[in-house]
C-alpha cells in the first residue's frame, strides 16, 4: 500500500524549532518529488516546500524562506522540514505530498497525501 | 502567482449542478489541478492539468479552461461530495491555492 506517515509535530514556543517527519512506503520514494503543505485552523491550504528527486533542487513559500528547510534522505525513504524561528502564524496541520509523476519536469499535482501531524506554536 | 476561486461557499441540494471558477493572476497554461478536502481527512487529488480526471474519481466531476481562468463542475451533486474543493496552481513554485469553496447542503 502506498502510504505517507508524518509525525514530529507538537506545542513548542516562538521563536522555537521543530522537525518534522514523513515516512514513506509502498512506492520508489526516490523517484519523486515530494511537498509539504499546511493548513492553519480555519484557513485553506498552503503549499510550503517541495524538494526534487535528488535533493538538488527545493523551493519554499516566501513566508518561511529563509526558517524552514526541507530535506530528504532516501535510503531512509523519509522527508524532513526543519522549522526554524517559529511563529504564531505556523501553527497548522502539515501534510507531506506525493508529486503525481515520477521523475517529472514538470508538476502534475500531489496524489498522496499523509494525514498530517499538528504545530502549534503557542507561548 | 495568485488564485482567486468563487464563491467562497455555496449551497447546493442533492443533484444539482454546480460550478467552481478559478482565475490565475497570469498564464498557467493548463498547470490547474482541483483538490477535495473534507474535515480530518487528506486532500484528495480530483483533477491535474485543468480536465485530466484522476483514476477512480468519478465522471460527474469535470475541468475545463486554460491561460487564467478555470472551472470546476460536479454535474449532479451526490451526498459524498459536501466538502471544501481548492483549485492550486502548477506552472510554477510556488505553487499556490486558491482559497477554496466550501460545498454544503442546502
Known amino acids: 500500500e502506498v502510504q505517507l506517515v508524518e509525525s514530529g509535530g507538537g506545542l513548542v514556543q516562538p521563536g522555537g524549532s521543530l522537525r518534522l517527519s514523513c515516512a514513506a512506503s509502498?512506492?520508489?520514494?526516490?523517484?519523486?518529488?515530494m511537498n509539504w503543505v499546511r493548513q492553519a485552523p480555519g484557513k485553506g491550504l498552503e503549499w510550503v516546500a517541495n524538494?526534487?528527486?535528488?535533493?538538488?533542487?527545493?523551493y519554499y513559500v516566501d513566508s518561511v524562506e529563509g526558517r524552514f528547510s526541507i530535506s530528504r534522505d532516501n535510503a531512509k525513504k523519509s522527508l524532513f522540514l526543519q522549522m526554524n524561528s517559529l511563529r504564531a502564524e505556523d501553527t497548522a496541520v502539515y501534510y507531506c505530498?506525493?508529486?503525481?509523476?515520477?521523475?517529472?519536469?514538470?508538476?502534475?499535482?500531489?496524489?498522496?497525501w499523509g494525514q498530517g501531524t499538528t504545530v502549534t506554536v503557542s507561548s | 502567482i495568485q488564485m482567486t476561486q468563487s464563491p467562497s461557499s455555496l449551497s447546493a441540494s442533492v443533484g444539482d449542478r454546480v460550478t467552481i471558477t478559478c482565475r490565475a493572476s497570469q498564464n498557467i497554461r493548463r498547470k490547474l489541478n482541483w483538490y477535495q478536502h473534507k474535515p480530518g481527512k487528506a486532500p484528495k487529488l480530483l483533477i491535474s492539468d485543468g480536465s485530466t480526471l484522476q483514476t477512480g474519481v468519478p465522471s460527474r466531476f469535470s475541468g475545463g479552461g486554460s491561460g487564467t481562468d478555470f472551472t470546476l463542475t460536479i454535474s449532479g451533486l451526490q451526498p459524498e461530495d459536501f466538502a471544501t474543493y481548492y483549485c492550486q496552481q502548477t506552472d510554477s513554485a510556488p505553487l499556490t491555492f486558491g482559497g477554496g469553496t466550501k460545498v454544503d447542503i442546502k
Open positions: 509502498g512506492f520508489t520514494f526516490s523517484r519523486y518529488w
Open positions: 505530498a506525493r508529486e503525481k509523476i515520477p521523475a517529472a519536469v514538470d508538476y502534475y499535482g500531489m496524489d498522496v
Open positions: 524538494i526534487k528527486e535528488d535533493g538538488s533542487e527545493t
